[in-house]
Nanobody
Framework: QVHLVESGGGLVQAGGSLRLSCLVS????????MGWFRQAPGKERAFVAT????????DYADPVKGRFTISRDNAMNTVYLQMDRLEPEDAAVYYC?????????????????WGQGTQVTVSS
């Protein structure tokens, strides 16, 4: 069984930064792509970023391109989301997800395991 635990969320002022972490246990982390998604109140869960198993394929949703950076440390079984220049519209619960395959994908249906989420609040 694969278990994901996110951390690093919190309250930040607009223009500030946060770094989310997701520690994965179980499974074979180095063979699987990872993704970050977010869900704001009253909205559907949305793709944010994804990274392939080896870290060479990166993809970002348009609203976060140039502000967010996804990365992974395969030795630590951890994936990160560095979020800079945060905007009030970025406020949401952020989830990391573990894909069965190695290549990066945007669709949430491609991901088999999910964390419990971490809250990000951005004040204007």
């Amino acid at each position: 069984q694969v278990h994901l635990v996110e951390s690093g969320g919190g309250l930040v002022q607009a223009g500030g930064s946060l770094r989310l972490s997701c520690l994965v246990s179980g499974g074979t982390f180095t063979r699987h792509a990872m993704g970050w998604f977010r869900q704001a109140p009253g909205k559907e869960r949305a793709f944010v970023a994804t990274i392939s198993a080896g870290g060479s394929q990166l993809d970002y949703a348009d609203p976060v391109k140039g502000r967010f950076t996804i990365s992974r440390d395969n030795a630590m079984n951890t994936v990160y989301l560095q979020m800079d220049r945060l905007e009030p519209e970025d406020a949401a619960v952020y989830y990391c997800a573990y894909r069965r395959g190695w290549s990066s994908r945007r669709a949430s249906s491609e991901y088999a395991y999910w964390g419990q989420g971490t809250q990000v609040t951005v004040s204007s």
